[in-house]
């Protein structure tokens, strides 16, 4: 069975991934004092649009809570099943949290605007995950949501 079918590039793909993605793991998500950067916005966004956001971020040790959300250090001491975590970390970090994501398996993985990772993604896709590349959340929730 090929593994291209989890690479998801088609917008009938990508609604699919969007409408039943209820909860998401923020990947690198960022602190209300970043309000202005999409890795907080974004999440934001979700949130008030009535996604359970679970925050999973890779600075900002100090934090307990973001978006009245606790904080999970790693995406494998998330309680529970995972529908998609949005990826925001560049490129050549993706590399380190691939272990974790295999581990959690969550039935996809959204890596933002900008981001491309073909062996990460391709990774992802033979272990059963859909993957999406290079595309913003909360455009393609604004589009297909609901």
């Given at each position: 069975?090929?593994?291209?079918h989890?690479?998801?590039?088609?917008?009938?793909?990508?609604?699919?991934?969007?409408?039943?993605?209820?909860?998401?793991?923020?990947?690198?998500?960022?602190?209300?004092?970043?309000a202005?950067?999409?890795?907080?916005?974004?999440?934001?966004?979700?949130?008030?649009?009535?996604?359970?956001?679970?925050?999973?971020?890779?600075?900002?040790?100090?934090?307990?809570?973001?978006?009245?959300r606790?904080?999970?250090?790693?995406?494998?001491?998330?309680?529970?099943?995972?529908d998609?975590?949005?990826?925001?970390?560049?490129?050549?970090?993706?590399?380190?949290?691939?272990?974790?994501?295999?581990?959690?398996?969550?039935?996809?993985?959204?890596?933002?605007?900008?981001?491309?990772?073909?062996?990460?993604?391709?990774?992802?896709?033979?272990?059963?995950?859909?993957?999406?590349?290079?595309?913003?959340?909360?455009v393609?929730?604004r589009?297909?949501?609901?």
């Amino acid at each position: 069975m090929s593994h291209e079918h989890n690479l998801i590039e088609d917008e009938d793909g990508i609604r699919a991934v969007v409408r039943r993605s209820k909860r998401v793991a923020v990947l690198g998500i960022k602190t209300e004092q970043h309000a202005g950067q999409p890795a907080y916005y974004v999440p934001e966004y979700l949130s008030r649009a009535g996604v359970d956001v679970v925050p999973v971020p890779v600075y900002y040790p100090e934090v307990t809570h973001i978006l009245q959300r606790p904080v999970f250090r790693r995406l494998v001491d998330i309680p529970g099943e995972i529908d998609l975590v949005d990826v925001f970390r560049r490129p050549q970090d993706i590399e380190q949290h691939l272990e974790d994501l295999l581990a959690k398996k969550p039935r996809a993985v959204w890596f933002q605007s900008g981001i491309r990772n073909d062996a990460a993604a391709r990774r992802l896709a033979e272990a059963g995950i859909q993957v999406v590349q290079d595309r913003c959340l909360m455009v393609d929730h604004r589009r297909y949501g609901g």
